[in-house]
């Protein structure tokens, strides 16, 4: 019940994304505006990402759920009835303040729900479901919203947010579910040195991605081939499905930051063409590259984050590097769309290669921060750092919490 539950609220978080910026894209003709759109949702869910995670990890799942949820699901059918460039901005702003943390609590309820010796395999199932909705809802918010009914993709999305949503704050679980006891010496999630490492490499991920989340849709629409944005976002997703399953094979035999950095360097690599591809087998290639490696470095992130992070913080920390990232992130995407619609989505692509580069130099030059992750994890802790994953869903923006 609880992974059916999920199931539909993660569909609507692939699709919201796609499904405002094509809104927005075919209500003003302009591309600056749907990814200032994108951007400004991005913004304020990654804005309110470690507040949220502050009040569950403080008063629980129940509440937060029965609020977000249905304010969520009504303001994507009013976002759906506008037709201005400023009421459409202005409410794709708003809704992301509503957005509700299903992934943030999934996670956690996961313990209460299944016996201890089958959490791993809870969190293996889940993980795999997660990623199979990343592939699924670009496609279906692409194919819908360039259908003739085009105004059916965000009403499936509202939909879907009712349904999943509304099932996953009335579960026996979310009721259940009490917050990790916390230590009265520890430091605050900003105070902590190897935290403030990883919320200023995720300052520059963000920024990157989020140009590469609307320099993909923008040169593609640009080529007049916008139908190949769900694709090529499909295949980026499907193979961090593989690439999630391979660092599992390899994740008891190194490091969780030694293997970090060696995916980090691939992902660098794989990124370097990506200002000279076009939206054709070219960057699907890219993509499925820059996928692998990223479907790797997510277990070992989230076990990194886990090794260092306050006790008590277990939802906490997601949230603010969240809010971190997530904020960049939108900053990324307006002016990305911007950057697209005066220059070329190019530039957008070339930053994100500046990006992970910054990234990468970043973790290189910090490595002794985060020496606590310089060991190879229990198995309580890789355990852990599954249920991580699945708590932040595609660290490259699957879904917004």
Same mark, same amino acid.
């Given at each position: 019940?609880?992974?059916?539950?999920?199931?539909?609220?993660?569909?609507?978080?692939?699709? /919201?994304?796609?499904?405002?910026?094509?809104?927005?894209?075919?209500?003003?003709? @302009? *591309?600056?505006?749907? =990814?200032?759109?994108?951007?400004?949702?991005?913004?304020?869910?990654?804005?309110?990402?470690?507040?949220?995670?502050?009040?569950?990890?403080?008063?629980?799942?129940?509440?937060?759920?029965?609020?977000?949820?249905?304010?969520?699901? @009504?303001?994507?059918? %009013?976002?759906?009835?506008?037709?201005?460039?400023?009421?459409?901005?202005?409410?794709?702003?708003?809704?992301?303040?509503? !957005?509700?943390?299903?992934?943030?609590?999934?996670?956690?309820?996961?313990?209460?729900?299944? $016996?201890?010796?089958? &959490?791993?395999?809870?969190?293996? &199932?889940?993980?795999?479901?997660?990623?199979?909705?990343?592939?699924? =809802?670009?496609?279906?918010?692409?194919?819908?919203?360039?259908?003739?009914?085009?105004?059916?993709?965000?009403?499936?999305?509202?939909?879907?947010?009712? %349904? =999943?949503?509304?099932?996953?704050?009335?579960?026996?679980?979310?009721?259940?579910?009490?917050?990790? @006891?916390?230590?009265?010496?520890?430091?605050?999630?900003?105070?902590?040195?190897?935290?403030?490492?990883?919320?200023?490499?995720?300052?520059?991920?963000?920024?990157?991605?989020?140009?590469?989340?609307?320099?993909?849709?923008?040169? $593609?629409? /640009?080529?007049?081939?916008?139908?190949?944005?769900?694709?090529?976002?499909?295949?980026?997703?499907?193979?961090?499905?593989?690439?999630?399953?391979?660092?599992?094979? &390899? @994740?008891?035999?190194?490091?969780?930051?030694?293997?970090?950095?060696?995916?980090?360097?691939?992902?660098? &690599?794989?990124?370097?063409?990506?200002?000279?591809?076009?939206? +054709?087998?070219?960057?699907?290639?890219?993509? $499925?590259?820059?996928?692998?490696? #990223?479907?790797?470095?997510?277990?070992?992130?989230?076990?990194?984050?886990?090794?260092?992070?306050?006790?008590?913080?277990?939802? !906490? !920390? %997601?949230?603010?590097?969240?809010?971190?990232? =997530?904020?960049?992130?939108?900053?990324?995407?307006?002016?990305?769309?911007?950057?697209? +619609?005066?220059?070329?989505?190019?530039?957008?692509?070339?930053?994100?290669? /500046?990006?992970?580069?910054?990234?990468?130099? *970043?973790?290189?030059?910090?490595? #002794?921060?985060?020496?606590?992750?310089?060991? /190879?994890?229990?198995?309580?802790? +890789?355990?852990?750092?599954?249920? +991580?994953?699945?708590?932040?869903?595609?660290?490259?923006?699957?879904?917004?919490?």
């Amino acid at each position: 019940m609880l992974m059916l539950s999920a199931f539909p609220a993660r569909l609507a978080y692939s699709m /919201i994304g796609l499904g405002i910026y094509f809104k927005v894209q075919h209500s003003t003709h @302009s *591309i600056s505006a749907a =990814g200032v759109a994108v951007g400004l949702n991005g913004l304020a869910g990654a804005l309110t990402a470690g507040v949220r995670g502050t009040i569950m990890d403080t008063w629980g799942l129940k509440w937060p759920l029965r609020l977000f949820v249905p304010a969520y699901g @009504s303001l994507i059918l %009013l976002f759906n009835h506008g037709h201005s460039r400023n009421s459409l901005v202005l409410t794709a702003f708003i809704l992301g303040f509503t !957005a509700p943390p299903i992934n943030l609590s999934v996670r956690p309820m996961w313990k209460i729900t299944v $016996a201890p010796e089958q &959490i791993r395999t809870a969190y293996a &199932i889940d993980t795999a479901v997660m990623n199979f909705v990343g592939v699924v =809802g670009p496609v279906l918010a692409t194919y819908v919203a360039l259908s003739s009914h085009p105004e059916r993709t965000l009403q499936i999305c509202a939909g879907a947010m009712f %349904l =999943g949503g509304g099932a996953l704050a009335l579960l026996p679980a979310t009721k259940k579910w009490k917050p990790e @006891s916390k230590d009265k010496d520890e430091l605050p999630i900003w105070r902590v040195p190897a935290l403030r490492l990883l919320m200023l490499e995720g300052a520059f991920i963000g920024l990157g991605w989020g140009a590469f989340a609307i320099g993909v849709p923008a040169f $593609a629409t /640009i080529a007049k081939v916008p139908h190949r944005t769900g694709t090529i976002l499909a295949i980026m997703a499907g193979f961090t499905v593989i690439g999630s399953l391979l660092a599992g094979l &390899i @994740s008891r035999k190194t490091s969780s930051l030694q293997a970090f950095r060696r995916l980090y360097l691939g992902w660098f &690599i794989a990124s370097l063409p990506l200002a000279f591809s076009f939206p +054709d087998w070219r960057l699907m290639i890219l993509c $499925a590259f820059l996928g692998l490696m #990223n479907g790797g470095m997510q277990t070992f992130y989230w076990e990194i984050t886990d090794a260092v992070r306050p006790r008590g913080s277990a939802v !906490a !920390a %997601l949230g603010w590097l969240w809010t971190v990232e =997530g904020t960049c992130a939108s900053i990324g995407t307006s002016l990305g769309g911007v950057i697209s +619609d005066k220059f070329s989505p190019r530039w957008c692509l070339a930053s994100t290669t /500046i990006a992970v580069g910054a990234g990468l130099l *970043i973790i290189t030059l910090g490595k #002794n921060v985060l020496s606590a992750a310089d060991r /190879i994890p229990t198995d309580e802790e +890789d355990t852990e750092a599954l249920g +991580d994953v699945i708590a932040s869903g595609d660290r490259l923006f699957v879904d917004n919490q």
